[in-house]
């Protein structure tokens, strides 16, 4: 089920980020420096009443500024506001109301989207001054809080829960979720596109949690599979950043609710930092992968230029042996099909249990191949292993000293692993316990 986001917006200095950390529970921050000035862009995840939400805090606002750092700011909270689920829109009760106050003020009124007026730094012993002034605004009554010190907060977050109703998503009924990412004008849309045209049982459309994001439903070969969040990026006019922060925020959530990624990178600019960023948080997650590397119809290439690009890719981030790279083109439709039947095979490997006698004669073989070395004056014994979880799988190694193996031969039970049961794409856990 799609997690409910919830953008805390505000001018700075109003204490955003500590409203975020102290709803999660800890203290998390990206930061960037542009200019010599450090600002935060920052999600994260909790549980209320057994309800799970997203939340991102945004850059502070500042209306109508020239200034570089303060209009990617400024996009920061446009982004937040037109994806989010609820806006928890928070001033300072201790200052006067700010022209930028005014301004997001009306902001938020014209948006149709549910919000909470926050009134941040409240001082308990004259709570009443501090929030009269701020009727002018015309917004909701204000919930009078204090982040640093957590008053309130339980109260905001029950707000929260009553004002984000509890739905029956549609995803829960159907066979598998494939999420498909990957940077700016890779070619996302037009896989959907191609996808969604090849095959014409469609079941339904629900519409996201903005204008342009549609999770679309379709048969294929008598499975229902939910294509998650495939509207993509919505082309804008403003700078790079702004591009950067939505994607990040998109690709999050259309993880959140996936079963396998199918990963998308543009063949001509070849695996870039941001491609791995987004590997690396598929493989964190413990999806399904495949990686399809389009636009390869523009690329000028011979016999091995195949073999070549997978062996560049794997330089980069070894890991990624693992997974399926398909080369497609999907203006030309060459592989495309490829692309989407691997990903269900690899959902397929992915729910797979083996069983356990099958598991422990791979142990026996592999066992007298390379036995553990010793450590430490100890002998390592690795008497049984057991997979006790599916989606992703968790293989459990039962030893005399777990703490004690070393990396490299976790690394070798791992791709024993991986070759004997066919783990291709599938991204899985092994774990080393005391027996």
Not at 179 to 189: E, F, L, Q, R, T
Not at 316 to 337: A, C, D, E, L, M
């Amino acid at each position: 089920m799609k997690r409910k986001l919830i953008s805390i917006i505000g001018r700075p200095n109003v204490g955003k980020s500590t409203l975020f950390n102290r709803i999660i529970g800890q203290k998390k921050s990206i930061v960037s420096d542009i200019r010599g000035v450090t600002r935060d862009r920052v999600t994260g995840s909790f549980n209320w009443l057994n309800r799970e939400y997203s939340v991102v805090d945004t850059g502070g606002f500042i209306h109508n500024s020239k200034d570089l750092i303060n209009r990617e700011v400024n996009i920061q909270s446009d982004i937040a506001q037109n994806e989010s689920d609820l806006i928890l829109l928070i001033m300072d009760s201790r200052q006067e109301i700010t022209s930028n106050d005014r301004e997001l003020a009306q902001i938020v009124l014209r948006l149709d989207k549910p919000y909470i007026f926050v009134l941040n730094k409240v001082d308990q012993s004259n709570k009443e001054f501090n929030k009269n002034k701020f009727y002018e605004l015309g917004l909701n009554e204000p919930m009078l809080v204090s982040a640093q010190t957590g008053y309130n907060i339980g109260d905001l977050l029950d707000k929260v829960a009553d004002m984000i109703p509890t739905t029956n998503d549609e995803a829960e009924f159907c066979d598998c979720n494939l999420a498909v990412i990957g940077m700016p004008n890779v070619g996302k849309s037009s896989f959907v596109n191609k996808i969604l045209n090849k095959n014409l049982s469609i079941v339904s459309n629900i519409a996201g949690t903005t204008r342009d994001s549609v999770d679309s439903f379709f048969k294929y070969y008598n499975k229902t599979i939910r294509l998650v969040d495939t509207a993509g990026l919505r082309k804008r006019s403003k700078i790079n950043e702004e591009i950067e922060f939505y994607s990040l925020i998109r690709t999050e959530r259309s993880l959140e609710q996936a079963d396998v990624a199918i990963v998308m990178i543009d063949a001509n600019l070849g695996f870039r930092k941001q491609d791995r960023d987004i590997v690396r948080m598929v493989l964190d997650q413990g999806k399904g992968m495949v990686l399809a590397v389009n636009k390869w119809d523009l690329v000028n290439k011979d016999t091995d230029s195949m073999k070549k690009y997978i062996e560049q890719i794997v330089y980069q981030f070894p890991s990624i042996g693992h997974y399926p790279i398909i080369f497609t083109s999907v203006t030309s439709n060459k592989r495309v099909q490829t692309v989407l039947s691997e990903a269900i095979e690899v959902f397929e490997r992915r729910n797979n249990k083996i069983k356990t006698n099958d598991l422990n004669k791979w142990l026996d073989r592999v066992l007298q191949i390379n036995p553990p070395p010793a450590v430490k004056g100890k002998y390592l014994k690795v008497k049984y292993v057991s997979q006790i979880r599916k989606a992703p799988p968790l293989f459990v190694f039962f030893t005399n000293h777990p703490d004690l193996f070393p990396i490299q031969y976790k690394r070798y039970l791992e791709n024993q692993i991986r070759s004997e049961f066919n783990l291709k794409g599938v991204s899985i856990k092994i774990s080393f316990r005391a027996k």
